[in-house]
């Protein structure tokens, strides 16, 4: 179902605007926290706990926020997103112990849950089918341009103005976007749903009764599982191999990850509607089978050019896996259910995102950097030649039954 709105692209571009304002608050202060704690004494690996304290705030979070984004609203929910990140970041200067840092990223964590379950709740709602990836990929690309924005501009501001400059900016933009938001972004779950339907709206019902084809949902949830994993657990050793064995600045390090989410932001903006032609699983395939070189890159370049020039690779395909996944959900959910949908996926990045740091903790000062990145590489691309598979598979269903309708 798709709610009627005035000017329904313009919202669309407007939220992408908002969660790229969003993506600056959230990656602005991150390539800050390698360099401070090794400034503390403590080793990289703890950045794994930092890492797993905001996922399991955001685990805790999400079944809660996706609930309220089906009953109070998309609207409520950004707000209390990103009113959550002008709060944590403004105040983490002011504490200079890792406990406290820590504590701070898991209510980060528990406070944002529901901010990408509604701007992709909201995204469904006013997208018309034919188009549904292509407006998706506007509204996700905003996370890739806050991916270029903010650690490049978060690194900069660490080596020229020390730690508690990009907590103070990041925290500005992020209220830039709150007012946005409450300005000029309307709500349409109210649409969306009957009163009768916003009530008694829990998580167990999407647990009891999760969208169908279950084989597909599955393959969605590892996906997104593996994604946010592989990144995670081989952080600290990306990290260690990276400012230590090649003498990286924070600088670079943040012109790298601002390099591929350049490339994911391009290629999620203008290229995001090919699954809309192709199917999402093709897109998905080829996306993972790109998405390896970022691994492959850290773990055995040493010219900084072609460091840049794998980054640019992995974000293509990065660009064409995320909104192809965001709409393959969305073609399987009910209007009704899509704030919860949503949470369950967060749910399930959360879960990578504290299994990830929990393995690093135990194997970053055990095994060598480059086989932990080659380890993920070659899981990643596995995972891409299992969705291959799968699409080639439903393509021959469709050919066998062509009234069959296409979800891939």
Not at 259 to 275: E, K, N
Request: charged fraction near 10%; hydrophobic fraction near 55%.
């Amino acid at each position: 179902m798709r709610v009627s709105v005035q000017r329904p692209f313009g919202i669309i571009v407007l939220l992408s605007v908002c969660v790229t304002l969003t993506f600056i608050g959230q990656t602005m202060p991150y390539p800050v926290l390698a360099p401070w704690l090794t400034a503390q004494g403590l080793s990289l690996g703890s950045l794994g706990w930092l890492s797993f304290a905001f996922s399991l705030g955001n685990l805790i979070g999400a079944p809660v926020a996706g609930g309220l984004v089906d009953r109070w609203g998309r609207r409520p929910m950004l707000l209390i997103g990103l009113m959550t990140i002008v709060v944590t970041n403004a105040v983490v200067p002011l504490f200079d112990s890792f406990e406290s840092i820590v504590v701070l990223r898991f209510l980060l964590g528990i406070g944002n849950a529901g901010t990408m379950p509604a701007a992709i709740a909201v995204a469904a709602d006013i997208s018309p089918e034919a188009h549904r990836a292509k407006w998706i990929g506007l509204v996700t690309g905003g996370i890739s341009v806050g991916l270029i924005i903010g650690p490049t501009v978060g690194g900069i501001l660490y080596d020229a103005l020390g730690f508690a400059a990009p907590f103070y900016v990041s925290a500005v933009t992020a209220f830039v976007a709150f007012v946005l938001v409450v300005v000029l972004v309307p709500e349409t779950r109210a649409a969306t749903l009957t009163r009768q339907e916003q009530v008694h709206i829990g998580m167990l019902d999407v647990l009891r009764n999760p969208p169908r084809p279950l084989a597909v949902l599955a393959l969605l949830l590892w996906v997104d599982f593996l994604w946010v994993f592989s990144w995670v657990a081989t952080e600290p050793a990306m990290l260690k191999h990276l400012y230590g064995d090649l003498a990286y600045t924070a600088t670079m390090f943040g012109t790298a990850v601002g390099v591929f989410g350049a490339a994911t932001a391009l290629v999620s903006m203008v290229a995001g509607g090919l699954s809309d032609r192709y199917g999402r699983f093709p897109m998905i395939a080829i996306g993972l089978l790109l998405n390896v070189s970022w691994y492959f890159g850290v773990a055995y370049v040493t010219d900084y050019p072609w460091m840049l020039a794998a980054s640019i690779i992995s974000g293509v395909g990065a660009g064409l896996v995320t909104p192809a996944l965001s709409a393959a959900y969305v073609d399987m959910t009910d209007p009704s259910h899509r704030g919860r949908v949503a949470a369950l996926k967060e749910m399930i990045i959360s879960i990578g995102g504290m299994g990830g740091p929990l393995f690093s903790v135990y194997m970053t000062e055990r095994v060598a950097p480059t086989q932990l990145l080659v380890a993920a590489a070659l899981l990643i691309a596995v995972t891409g030649l299992g969705a291959a598979g799968f699409a080639l598979k439903r393509r021959g269903i469709e050919q066998m039954h062509p009234s069959s309708p296409r979800k891939d």
